[in-house]
């Protein structure tokens, strides 16, 4: 096979991979392990700002002794500090765009789940 047509497949593979990844399972909290490119995109716009560096305290992405810790008061109180804001966490982590599905992702990214 030749150059192009070797990369184009690949490219097909790439894309049939990525939509198989998008299954979505809300029953489970926090265990998402595969993290949507799109809810990524919207996490690098937002909640990289202050978790990627700890602004403001901010629990670290990959800190996952400090996840626990937070992860342990239960589900619905975490998700609620993140749409209610908490401290320095502003309300929504400033993602307007996000649903609740988007930010179980994110905390389970976060936390360390993804890897
Ligand atoms: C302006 C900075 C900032 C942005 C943007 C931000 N966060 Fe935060 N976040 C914080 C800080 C600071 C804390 C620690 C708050 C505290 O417990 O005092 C925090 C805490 C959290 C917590 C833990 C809440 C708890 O109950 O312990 C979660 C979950 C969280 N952020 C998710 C997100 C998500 C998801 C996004 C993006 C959609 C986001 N954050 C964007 C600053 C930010």
Redesign the pocket.
């Known amino acids: 096979m030749h150059g192009p047509a070797k990369i184009i497949l690949l490219l097909l593979i790439l894309l049939t991979a990525t939509a198989c990844s998008t299954s979505q399972n809300s029953d489970q909290a926090f265990t998402n392990t595969s993290i949507e490119q799109s809810v990524m995109a919207?996490?690098s716009r937002?909640?990289a700002?202050?978790?990627v560096d700890g602004?403001?305290?901010?629990?670290l992405v990959g800190d996952t002794a400090e996840w626990q810790r937070?992860l342990a008061?239960g589900e619905q109180?975490?998700l609620r500090?993140?749409l209610e804001g908490?401290?320095?966490?502003?309300p929504?982590?400033?993602?307007m765009a996000?649903e609740i599905d988007d930010?179980r992702a994110?905390?389970a990214f976060?936390a360390g789940d993804s890897r």
Request: glycine share 4%; with cysteine.
């Open positions: 919207k996490w937002s909640c700002l202050c978790h602004v403001a305290y901010a629990p937070r008061k109180a975490v500090n993140v908490v401290n320095s966490m502003p929504l982590g400033y993602c996000c930010f994110m905390i976060m």
